[in-house]
């Protein structure tokens, strides 16, 4: 764990989106934050007009992905604060908002992080899907099971349009070992283009599942 995780529980507690003191999410900014709702593709979870098995925006085989809130600059502060803030104690606040909008998971589900690159993880201190997991899996009573790994090498993701992410994530994902559990949920903080997502189904779906779902805390884009 990097030396600012180890004195954050040191450190004064302010909001990751206003800086005022008191929490590491104010009720005012966690009233800010947008749900996506729920007429939502039950394939990716985008927010549609009417409900749908799939639609443009699917990707992969993936089934039965939700994401809480919205990308917008509330959820992105919050976040940017996990992951390049390095306050890893907002895991257990963004697992909290997921809990808030999104229903617990089927019983035989067992929840996925989808894996940080080594390189993020050395620079960070943690692995902040990981540290999502972890918390979901204590609030909704699922087993954590880390059934993907992510070799390292390999340029990043954010930033990149949904063909470049594609074609960037071939292979990018292996099997931790043994056979992948039976009905996963990939668990990630903000879906973009489901680039990712779709890899790491592919890759569980050849080790055995036999269905991939998701939950993500946000949705980048695809909604109002």
Request: with cysteine; proline share 10%; aromatic share 2%.
């Amino acid at each position: 764990m990097s030396p600012l995780a180890l004195l954050e529980p040191l450190l004064p507690t302010t909001c990751a989106v206003c800086g005022l003191p008191g929490g590491h999410l104010c009720e005012r900014c966690r009233g800010l934050l947008r749900g996506v709702g729920e007429v939502v593709c039950a394939g990716c979870g985008a927010p549609l007009g009417a409900p749908a098995a799939r639609c443009g925006q699917c990707e992969g085989p993936v089934a039965g992905a939700r994401q809480a809130v919205h990308y917008d600059p509330v959820a992105r502060a919050l976040v940017s604060a996990l992951k390049d803030g390095r306050r890893p104690a907002l895991a257990g606040e963004l697992a909290g908002v997921v809990v808030q909008h999104l229903p617990v998971p089927a019983l035989g589900c067992v929840l996925v992080p989808v894996p940080t690159s080594p390189a993020r993880v050395r620079r960070r201190g943690f692995d902040h899907a990981a540290l999502l997991a972890r918390e979901l899996g204590a609030r909704w009573g699922r087993p954590v099971v880390v059934a993907l790994v992510r070799p390292a090498g390999g340029p990043p993701q954010r930033g990149a349009r949904r063909g470049v992410r594609r074609s960037q994530l071939a292979g990018a994902f292996a099997p931790a070992g043994g056979a992948a559990p039976r009905h996963p949920v990939l668990v990630d903080d903000v879906r973009t283009t489901g680039a990712t997502l779709a890899a790491c189904a592919r890759t569980l779906r050849a080790g055995g599942a036999r269905s991939v779902a998701a939950v993500c805390v946000a949705r980048a884009g695809g909604g109002p």
